[in-house]
């Protein structure tokens, strides 16, 4: 879950200009432990604060500008919500991460390259010694289209990150551990690899969009995407807007979640300091619609059947495999089958056909990496689904609801031999529309 929390929260904008006065930011019953039980009620494992955003404004009393809230009349100039969210994250067994601005509307040096690097470098340096370990570093490749001319030394800047947090997961455009989906819909392509080619990323241009979006079958760097989106139509709170409904949370999860990659949904808190009511209600419908559908698998108990299995029943790699309810263990065909065009199945016969199912989970053996290109899935001999890569979970929405016997997973293509850890069956009553 993502908290974009600061001075635009309080001035009702998306973007500050950096003029603001730090007079402005007094959340009166700010408490990061309500923010944290709205993440934990949702299922989410990971935290991460917006600690400055474009404004400049810093969420923690940095040594380096006066430009926080160290300034400002909340607990009289003696807070610090960056400490507050990682102690209450760690608290309630939750992943804590950061998000610190590039572009810096506020800071007098910005626009002089050697002096403001050093400035965003000492800022990261007191970000990452003074809370603990930080499982995240979210760098935002947004710059204002008359933004003063910056470079920044982003080389620099990780490997101080590596150095201060060795197993911390970098984001940006261009990774290096996690990258941008390269869109704030929520929506990975429907083809979408974790793969990618470094070589060819830049933080910060447009024109790659869609190759984030879908990754390449031909990269060589493992960095799976995020798809950043939030639950409201701003980042920030603003009185006005409310939260997105249901049905289009539900859409985001199948198009990020279903599609490969991890769903970071942003939750703004209000000028009060706390997440909104209304919201914490939508986030409670959204949680409980996702247990609804997925804790019931209606592929349980099938007999299971593939076009090969590597070494004997007891070799560990078994059909089975997929329904036993283990992410660990997954079927391996023999290295010889799908050498004549066919490619290869797995079959699951059901016993009990009087249940309904209109969502196709598959899951890859993702630690053996990304391998499955294209791929079928027919129910009692006919397509209903025809799709592209799976990775480490791919969701098929079917138009309709299906109450077959013999589902088959059809790798038509793929890198190497496909190796599944799941297929599951399940029933999504929220599904009205047909958009599969
Ligand atoms: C964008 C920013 O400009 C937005 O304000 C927001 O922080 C979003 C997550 O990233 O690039």
């Not at 993440?39 to 400049?56: C, F, P, R, Y």
């Not at 560990?316 to 065009?341: C, L, M, R």
């Not at 990496?369 to 480490?392: A, P």
């Amino acid at each position: 879950m993502f908290f974009h929390f600061g001075m635009n929260t309080f001035t009702n904008s998306e973007w500050g200009t950096g003029q603001e006065s730090q007079s402005l930011f007094n959340p009166a019953h700010l408490d990061t432990n309500q923010w944290m039980e709205a993440a934990v009620q949702t299922g989410a494992s990971l935290v991460i604060l917006v600690a400055k955003h474009h404004d400049g404004f810093c969420l923690w009393p940095t040594q380096y500008t006066d430009h926080s809230v160290k300034w400002s009349p909340w607990r009289e100039g003696k807070g610090d919500v960056v400490k507050e969210f990682v102690d209450a994250a760690k608290a309630r067994g939750l992943d804590a991460g950061i998000y610190l601005s590039p572009w810096d509307r506020h800071e007098r040096t910005y626009g002089h390259e050697v002096a403001y690097n050093e400035y965003y470098l000492a800022q990261l340096h007191e970000l990452l010694t003074r809370y603990g370990s930080i499982q995240e570093i979210w760098f935002d490749g947004a710059k204002g289209k008359n933004a003063t001319n910056m470079t920044y030394h982003f080389q620099e800047w990780f490997q101080t990150v590596k150095q201060l947090q060795p197993s911390i997961n970098i984001f940006s455009d261009a990774g290096p551990d996690i990258r941008w989906v390269g869109d704030e819909a929520g929506s990975a392509g429907s083809t979408c690899w974790s793969t990618v080619n470094r070589t060819h990323l830049k933080i910060g241009d447009a024109s790659l969009e869609k190759y984030l979006n879908t990754g390449d079958p031909h990269g060589t760097d493992w960095i799976p995407p995020e798809c950043d989106v939030s639950i409201r139509p701003g980042w920030f709170w603003h009185k006005n807007e409310t939260a997105k409904p249901l049905s289009q949370l539900l859409d985001i999860y199948y198009k990020s979640v279903g599609r490969n990659c991890v769903l970071l949904l942003n939750v703004p808190p209000n000028s009060t300091g706390l997440v909104s009511e209304a919201d914490i209600t939508r986030l409670k419908e959204f949680h409980h619609a996702i247990q609804t559908i997925f804790s019931t698998d209606m592929a349980t108990g099938s007999e299971t059947k593939a076009s090969s299995q590597r070494g004997g029943t007891t070799s560990g790699f078994t059909a089975f495999s997929v329904i036993d309810g283990n992410e660990e263990t997954y079927w391996a065909p023999k290295q010889t089958d799908g050498g004549h065009g066919q490619g290869y199945w797995i079959e699951l016969r059901r016993v009990d056909v009087n249940s309904a199912f209109n969502v196709v989970r598959i899951q890859e053996a993702i630690s053996m990496g990304q391998r499955i290109k294209r791929h079928q899935v027919l129910v009692d001999g006919i397509v209903v689904v025809n799709g592209t890569t799976v990775g480490h979970k791919r969701l098929h929405r079917l138009k309709w609801p299906v109450f077959g016997r013999v589902i088959r997973v059809w790798i038509k293509e793929s890198r190497g031999p496909p190796l599944l850890s799941a297929v599951g069956l399940h029933f999504d009553p929220f599904r009205k529309g047909i958009d599969a």
